[in-house]
């Protein structure tokens, strides 16, 4: 079991390129007399990985912004108030890997119910669109969601049409792999595209996947944006895709049983996985109904392996479980014995540094979005089941209570 990885990942230290930084303490908004503020989240436990802050805070917001962290802001200066004590308050959650395109293919998911409404306020939608229908996307979901939700665009341009049915998987046919297309539509939609994605699980590809990976290169490398590659189950092994990986790129679904995985047959890293992450590649979670391990995932932690960021992989076939939620997710990895600190770091500020959101999130610093949530850190006996549908058994779960996104509030589901 993992007693603490703390510091142990270069990602925790710096941000990768050039993303936009959190205001620092220093830029706090001035408080004053009463109803200073528009809301006060008072009496919590604070987390907030970015400062190195855990503590009893009072979190003040004014003008969707985040005004004060402090203790004891007096309740008087606040137009409303939320009463969290007892509670964990963390950053709004980002969850780096979801399908939140709904009715468009078997896949997406309305967002709101699942995201905001349980605590997550910024998603990543993970390729559900390729350039033939990401103005649907956009028009009919990004821009009407109350979650936050950026998208990786699939380099296929059908996107995530069909699921695993036997011939219909998406780069079975490469005339839809047109990397200068999806760079042309990424480029036009720079507010909302923030990279791209592509799936290499052998349903979804046949023998073309290689061929795939190298057009995802010239797109990616075309808009300069970072690819997020899903693995696990693959024609060609994770060795070549690997090679063709940049600093700051993703692999998601890291964590898997299937062939062609992060372990060689005696249950060591691959030398290759090692190189990448020297380099700057990025290893995140991306739980989904089929691609996260208990087993795989206590081996790579006892190797001293952790992941960079913790996703849901959130869609249609997993909302009822495994899943759920990324909050479940994250408790999964509590009673695989990441300390607190660490999991809320995965899915906050490590999470805000992987891509650019074009707003300061992650962090509860003044000045940055206000973008709060707010758990119920449940002790007891709660059984979690990975995606090979092995159970075990933990003692917290992280239940969420209240959300806050831009300085509006949300109750939980």
């Given at each position: 079991m993992l007693a603490s990885v703390s510091g142990t990942l270069a990602l925790s230290a710096a941000p990768l390129g050039?993303?936009?930084?959190?205001?620092?303490?220093?830029?706090?908004?001035?408080?004053?007399?009463?109803?200073?503020?528009?809301?006060?989240?008072?009496?919590?436990?604070?987390i907030d990985p970015a400062q190195n802050l855990d503590g009893p805070r009072d979190v003040a917001i004014r003008g969707g912004k985040i005004a004060a962290v402090e203790q004891g802001i007096p309740r008087a200066q606040a137009r409303e108030v939320i009463d969290v004590s007892g509670k964990l308050v963390t950053p709004g959650l980002i969850?780096?890997?979801?399908?939140?395109?709904?009715?468009?293919?078997?896949?997406?998911?309305?967002?709101?119910?699942?995201?905001?409404?349980?605590?997550?306020?910024?998603?990543?939608?993970?390729?559900?669109?390729?350039?033939?229908?990401?103005?649907?996307?956009?028009?009919?979901?990004?821009?009407?969601a109350a979650t936050r939700i950026r998208a990786l665009l699939h380099v296929v341009a059908i996107g995530m049409v069909a699921g695993s049915t036997p011939n219909m998987g998406e780069l079975e046919d490469l005339r839809y792999c047109v990397p200068e297309m999806a760079a042309k539509v990424a480029s036009?939609?720079?507010?909302?595209?923030?990279?791209?994605?592509?799936?290499?699980?052998?349903?979804?590809?046949?023998?073309?996947?290689?061929?795939?990976?190298?057009?995802?290169?010239?797109?990616?490398?075309?808009?300069r944006l970072p690819l997020m590659i899903h693995i696990g189950g693959s024609y060609t092994p994770l060795e070549e895709f690997l090679?063709?990986?940049?600093?700051?790129?993703v692999v998601t679904h890291?964590?898997?049983?299937?062939?062609?995985?992060?372990l060689d047959v005696n249950g060591k890293l691959l030398?290759?996985?090692?190189?990448?992450?020297?380099?700057?590649?990025?290893?995140?979670?991306?739980?989904?109904?089929?691609?996260?391990?208990?087993d795989v995932m206590e081996k790579c932690l006892a190797l001293g392996f952790a992941p960079d960021t913790i996703s849901s992989d959130l869609y249609s076939a997993n909302i009822n479980g495994p899943v759920y939620d990324l909050p479940t997710t994250l408790s999964k990895f509590l009673l695989l014995g990441m300390k607190l600190d660490d999991v809320v770091r995965r899915a906050t500020?490590?999470?805000?540094?992987v891509f650019n959101f074009?707003?300061?999130?992650?962090?509860?610093?003044?000045?940055?979005?206000?973008?709060?949530?707010?758990?119920?850190?449940?002790?007891?006996e709660f059984t979690f089941t990975d995606s090979d549908r092995k159970t075990r058994t933990g003692r917290q779960k992280f239940v969420p209570v209240v959300t806050v996104r831009g300085g509006k509030v949300f109750r939980a589901a």
């Open positions: 050039a993303r936009p930084e959190s205001p620092g303490a220093g830029e706090a908004l001035a408080t004053g007399g009463p109803e200073s503020f528009d809301l006060l989240v008072a009496g919590g436990r604070v969850d780096l890997h979801t399908h939140v395109f709904p009715y468009v293919g078997p896949y997406g998911i309305e967002p709101d119910p699942y995201c905001v409404k349980r605590g997550v306020t910024t998603v990543i939608d993970a390729g559900t669109s390729g350039a033939l229908t990401f103005a649907a996307f956009r028009r009919y979901t990004i821009e009407r036009e939609n720079r507010d909302l595209i923030v990279g791209f994605k592509i799936r290499f699980s052998e349903q979804y590809t046949g023998k073309n996947d290689l061929e795939g990976m190298k057009r995802a290169r010239v797109a990616a490398d075309t808009a090679a063709l990986m940049k600093k700051g790129d890291s964590f898997n049983s299937h062939p062609h995985g992060l030398p290759e996985v090692v190189v990448a992450r020297e380099r700057g590649v990025l290893f995140d979670v991306g739980h989904g109904a089929g691609s996260f391990s208990f500020v490590n999470a805000s540094r074009g707003a300061p999130i992650g962090t509860l610093a003044p000045g940055s979005e206000a973008d709060v949530s707010m758990f119920e850190l449940a002790d007891g």
